[in-house]
């Protein structure tokens, strides 16, 4: 399979990697030219318990050489989607899949506002991928991968997908319905990242107090009520999978908290700022508490010096 993947930062090298490792034809696009050149001279170092192997990828950061694909993947941070999309729309041919596995609410949208949503497929993984370095990441963990199509139903070239992952030891299975999927990962990160975030605790953190727990079960309760609003039934115990991922992630450090502590821009607009949108477009509730997370986060990112 040709596949390019846009975003070519810890999970897009990751993936790219795997990829490459199992036989396919994988180009890297990045706007970061030094990760490029770093990987175009000495490989894709990646770091896995302990040990590093060096993985030769073709990297490119002018879209102008990269060709037609069978598979796009978008990995760019949720606030650079509509960028990567329009790049996605150059590599298109008669067959070609775009798929994102990005974190938050939003990109599968964005993505079929300028792609054909017919070829927007949209999923999870629990891989978990960090930078290091130009040219040099982590592969932090392992775990499922669930992909669909966004407008849901069954496509042949989902299944080629499912195979050609599977193959490269991203294992992987393929859903009719993608958006609970989607959003069940949203929640926990509407838990988790933007109190993490602001507090400078680690994910396990979430269960010390009472008082953190109760704010994280606001947070959770709204987003639930908003995804219902929009026709997706979570179950009931959503605040109860959120403390069991915090527990079972309990060293880590969220994305958001590593974006606050090296001055990145967060991706709070797709993750607690998605609830807000979307209760305010479906007329729901108010949702004060991720408004008021939402806030929180934006002023402090606005404000890095
Ligand atoms: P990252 O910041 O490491 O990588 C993003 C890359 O996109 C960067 O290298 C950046 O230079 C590049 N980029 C930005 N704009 C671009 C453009 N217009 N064209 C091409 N490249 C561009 O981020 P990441 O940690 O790899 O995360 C990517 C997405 O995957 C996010 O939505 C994140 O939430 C999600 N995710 C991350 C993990 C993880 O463990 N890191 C796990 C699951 C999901």
Same mark, same amino acid.
């Given at each position: 399979?040709?596949?390019?993947?846009?975003?070519?930062?810890?999970?897009?090298?990751?993936?790219?990697?795997?990829?490459?490792?199992?036989?396919?034809?994988?180009?890297?696009?990045?706007?970061?030219?030094?990760?490029?050149?770093?990987?175009?001279?000495?490989?894709?170092?990646?770091?896995?318990?302990?040990?590093?192997?060096?993985?030769?990828?073709?990297?490119?950061?002018?879209?102008?050489?990269?060709?037609?694909?069978?598979?796009?993947?978008? @990995?760019?941070?949720?606030?650079?989607?509509?960028?990567?999309?329009?790049?996605?729309?150059? @590599? !298109?041919?008669?067959?070609?899949?775009?798929?994102?596995?990005?974190?938050?609410?939003?990109?599968?949208?964005?993505?079929?506002? !300028?792609?054909?949503?017919?070829?927007?497929?949209?999923?999870?993984?629990?891989?978990?991928?960090?930078?290091?370095?130009?040219?040099?990441?982590?592969?932090?963990?392992?775990? *499922?991968?669930?992909?669909?199509?966004?407008?849901?139903?069954?496509?042949?070239?989902?299944?080629?997908?499912?195979?050609?992952?599977?193959?490269?030891?991203?294992?992987?299975?393929?859903?009719?319905?993608?958006? *609970?999927?989607?959003?069940?990962?949203?929640? !926990?990160?509407?838990? %988790?990242?933007?109190?993490?975030?602001?507090?400078?605790?680690?994910?396990?953190?979430?269960?010390?107090?009472?008082?953190?727990?109760?704010?994280?079960?606001?947070?959770?309760?709204?987003?639930?009520?908003?995804?219902?609003?929009?026709? !997706?039934?979570?179950?009931?115990?959503?605040?109860?999978?959120?403390?069991?991922?915090?527990?079972?992630?309990?060293?880590?450090?969220?994305?958001?908290?590593?974006? %606050?502590?090296?001055?990145?821009?967060?991706?709070?607009?797709?993750?607690?700022?998605?609830?807000?949108?979307?209760?305010?477009?479906?007329?729901?509730?108010?949702?004060?508490?991720?408004?008021?997370?939402?806030?929180?986060?934006?002023?402090?990112?606005?404000?890095?010096?």
């Amino acid at each position: 399979m040709n596949i390019t993947i846009i975003g070519a930062g810890a999970m897009g090298s990751l993936f790219g990697a795997l990829l490459t490792e199992s036989g396919e034809k994988v180009c890297l696009l990045d706007i970061w030219k030094e990760h490029v050149n770093a990987i175009n001279k000495n490989g894709l170092g990646i770091e896995l318990d302990g040990k590093t192997r060096f993985v030769k990828i073709k990297a490119e950061f002018s879209e102008k050489t990269v060709k037609k694909s069978d598979l796009v993947i978008i @990995f760019v941070k949720s606030n650079q989607t509509p960028e990567a999309a329009e790049t996605a729309n150059k @590599f !298109i041919g008669n067959k070609t899949l775009v798929l994102t596995l990005q974190n938050g609410m939003g990109n599968a949208d964005v993505m079929t506002q !300028i792609i054909d949503p017919g070829r927007v497929v949209a999923g999870t993984t629990s891989h978990g991928a960090t930078m290091i370095g130009p040219g040099h990441i982590r592969h932090a963990g392992k775990g *499922p991968t669930v992909i669909g199509m966004w407008s849901g139903g069954k496509n042949k070239g989902l299944a080629d997908i499912v195979d050609t992952f599977n193959k490269a030891g991203i294992e992987t299975r393929a859903v009719e319905d993608v958006k *609970p999927v989607v959003w069940k990962k949203l929640i !926990i990160n509407v838990g %988790i990242n933007s109190i993490t975030a602001l507090t400078g605790i680690k994910n396990g953190g979430i269960l010390d107090l009472e008082s953190t727990k109760a704010l994280v079960r606001e947070a959770v309760k709204e987003a639930v009520a908003v995804a219902a609003a929009q026709g !997706i039934m979570l179950p009931e115990d959503m605040a109860d999978q959120v403390f069991k991922v915090a527990g079972a992630t309990g060293t880590n450090r969220s994305s958001m908290g590593q974006d %606050i502590d090296h001055k990145r821009q967060t991706e709070i607009g797709a993750i607690n700022g998605a609830i807000v949108s979307l209760a305010e477009q479906s007329g729901c509730a108010m949702v004060p508490v991720n408004k008021t997370l939402t806030a929180l986060v934006e002023t402090y990112q606005s404000h890095f010096q």
